[in-house]
């Protein structure tokens, strides 16, 4: 019954319907291979840069002092070829969202821990963004001193807490 209604309601439209392969989306970026990713991956691990694969989902967590001096949000000359070769890795695959989150220390306000890892994140998403990193959505936050990944804080960016996390989803079709 359901099917002659939905036959009987189409009637008289121009529906086209697209069943060509080349208007579907490729399971795979163009030009890339998975030799290429693991020696992306290994290169940035040798670099002191920290990604972890589980399935089809990416994080990679960068030292907060790689990328900015202490306490500052304000990215530095050599970070820039960090997240070149981060950014690099990222155009490996198709995504559809980039989550930029930054992480700090324990400092003296929370309200200063959280404006200024949201600084931070902010910092990193719009150079990602003006790379050409295409995701139809980069989002930021700053987590603050939330979510420790060790107990003890130096209080410092030299701190293993104080970190930028990217994490992205590989999309199959």
């Keep these: 019954m359901l099917a002659v209604l939905l036959t009987i309601s189409c009637r ?4 086209v319907v697209i069943d060509n392969e080349r208007y579907r989306l490729p399971r ?9 990713v693991i020696a992306l991956q290994a290169k940035m691990q040798s670099c002191g840069i920290t990604v972890i694969t589980v399935g089809q989902d ?4 960068i030292p907060s002092a790689f990328l900015f001096p202490n306490q500052s949000p304000r990215l530095t000359w050599q970070s820039y070829g960090v997240l070149n070769l981060v950014i690099t890795f990222m155009k490996q695959f198709r995504k559809v969202a980039v989550n930029v989150t930054s992480h700090s ?7 200063r821990e959280l404006s200024l890892t949201e600084a931070r994140s902010r910092a990193v998403a719009d150079y990602l963004w003006s790379q050409g990193v295409d995701s139809r959505f ?8 939330d979510k420790p990944i060790t107990p003890y804080s130096t209080n410092s ?13 590989d999309t199959i079709v």
Aim: aromatic fraction near 12%.
């Design 12 to 15: 008289g439209r121009n529906y």
């Design 157 to 169: 960016d030299k701190s293993l807490n104080s970190r930028i996390d990217i994490t992205f989803r």
């Design 138 to 145: 980069i989002f930021t936050e700053g987590a603050g001193s």
């Design 28 to 36: 795979k970026v163009t030009a890339t291979a998975d030799a290429a």
């Design 58 to 61: 990416y994080l990679i967590s």
């Design 105 to 111: 220390s324990k400092f003296v306000s929370t309200r």
